[in-house]
């Protein structure tokens, strides 16, 4: 079964530090791929999405994302942190047939970023 | 501007209530979604409706049925509900065109509380 796995489940960075955020998946085809945000009191926001060619991704806010096959890993990166970056971030997999396409989410990292 | 919207932030309810929580979009999206959000486990998929009067179960539908008789709006109903649907819930919705290169769009959520 498609699963997406976040080990992290906390991460603390000082602001100005660079931030990576791991993702891995499982899928048997072709994976597409999102990184969505939650701020506090907040709804989801989608950061950026993978599904073909360049496997960097670049997405809003400074964020980036690198599709690793091999690795099965979809890892969010930042070289500068913000103290306005700490919230929630989930990784995600799309699943099924265009009318009824689905997401799985991992089950999130909360970013604290220290003054 | 994209916008997605549900009836309430915050709600209380007592055991064995029926409750109904409201989603509305307003970008004439075919795919609607519900979601619930737990500490450590992300988002689950409730239920999915990929058009006006179309519904599909998710991974977590017990306890839980929807109605989406208007294409803007998805409705979720605890029939009797329990102190285990404490939880956040979210709203999204999704353009079926452009099949899965469309990113979901996300409500602010709706924190219930089931005393």
């Known amino acids: 079964a498609q699963s997406v796995t976040q080990p992290d489940i906390h991460i603390t960075v000082s602001e100005g530090a660079s931030l990576e955020l791991r993702c891995n998946y499982s899928?048997?085809?072709?994976?597409?791929l999102f990184w969505y945000v939650q701020s506090p009191g907040q709804g989801l926001q989608l950061l950026l999405k993978?599904?073909?060619?360049?496997?960097l991704v670049q997405g809003i806010k400074g964020f980036e994302a690198e599709f690793k096959r091999s690795q099965s890993s979809f890892n969010l990166r930042k070289p500068s942190v913000h103290w306005s970056d700490a919230a929630e971030y989930f990784c995600?997999?799309?699943?099924?047939?265009?009318?009824?396409?689905?997401?799985?989410f991992g089950s999130g990292t909360r970013l604290l970023v220290r003054p | 501007d994209v916008k997605v919207t549900q009836s309430s932030r915050y709600l209380v309810k007592r055991t064995g209530e029926k409750v109904f929580l409201e989603c509305v979009q307003d970008?004439?999206?075919?795919?609607m979604f519900w979601y619930r959000q737990d500490p450590g486990l992300g988002l689950r998929l409730i239920y999915f409706?990929?058009?006006?009067?179309?519904?599909e179960k998710g991974d977590i539908p017990e306890g839980y049925s929807v109605s989406r008789e208007k294409k803007e709006r998805f409705s979720l109903i605890l029939e009797s509900a329990s102190t285990n649907q404490t939880s956040m819930y979210l709203c999204?919705?999704?353009?079926?065109?452009?099949?899965?290169?469309?990113?979901?769009?996300f409500g602010p959520g709706t924190r219930l509380t089931v005393l």
């Open positions: 993978y599904f073909s060619g360049d496997t």
């Open positions: 995600a997999v799309g699943d099924g047939r265009d009318s009824s396409y689905k997401l799985i």
């Open positions: 409706s990929y058009d006006v009067k179309m519904k």
């Open positions: 999204a919705s999704r353009r079926l065109a452009g099949g899965a290169y469309n990113e979901q769009f």
């Open positions: 970008m004439d999206h075919e795919n």
């Open positions: 899928y048997g085809a072709t994976p597409y």
